[in-house]
């Protein structure tokens, strides 16, 4: 994967970063202006004084904030769409899809109407994460091949993934 510069990012864009010796990556939809909105979830960072840029304060939930608070002093990657099932399976897991996405216009739409309702649920690390949240944006679909590749990609680990998933949503959506 190679990093991309805040000057070659252009609004709706999917991006992600690494967190944690890169054992998992943080997503969100860039709006413009160096602005991310992006799905919290619980944090170590709770008592940190609030962003001098943004106001950010961490917590769990949708946000807008600078990139600086959704990068956290990691790498910036931008998250690739329409590749083939073969490249997904060989690139990392959570850095691309083989879906098709919307125009910029309608997943800045989608983002800010999910920040304003404050309605795509609760997080959850493995069905209801910040990679579910920006494929949404992106798609329509939630999906976050982070957790699917747990399951395996083929089709019994898809299948596994996308049962667990449903289940949760009926739970608790």
């Not at 983002?111 to 992106?138: H, I, M, P, Q, T």
Request: glycine residues 8%; charged residues 25%.
């Amino acid at each position: 994967m190679r990093t991309v510069r805040r000057d070659d990012l252009r609004p709706g864009d999917h991006i992600f970063s690494d967190r944690t010796l890169r054992l998992y990556y943080h997503h969100g939809i860039y709006v413009g202006d160096d602005m991310v909105i992006h799905l919290m979830g619980p944090s170590k960072t709770y008592n940190r004084a609030p962003c001098k840029k943004c106001g950010f304060k961490p917590q769990t939930g949708i946000f807008k904030t600078c990139l600086d608070c959704f990068l956290e002093g990691h790498s910036l990657y931008l998250y690739k769409y329409d590749v083939s099932y073969l490249k997904l399976v060989f690139k990392r897991r959570g850095s691309c899809s083989m879906w098709d996405c919307k125009p910029a216009n309608e997943v800045i739409e989608t983002a800010y109407r999910l920040l304003e309702d404050k309605s795509f649920g609760s997080y959850n690390f493995l069905l209801n994460n910040c990679e579910d949240f920006a494929v949404y944006c992106k798609t329509g679909n939630a999906m976050s091949n982070q957790t699917a590749g747990l399951f395996g990609f083929n089709l019994v680990g898809s299948a596994g993934y996308h049962v667990t998933k449903a289940v949760h949503d009926t739970i608790f959506n």
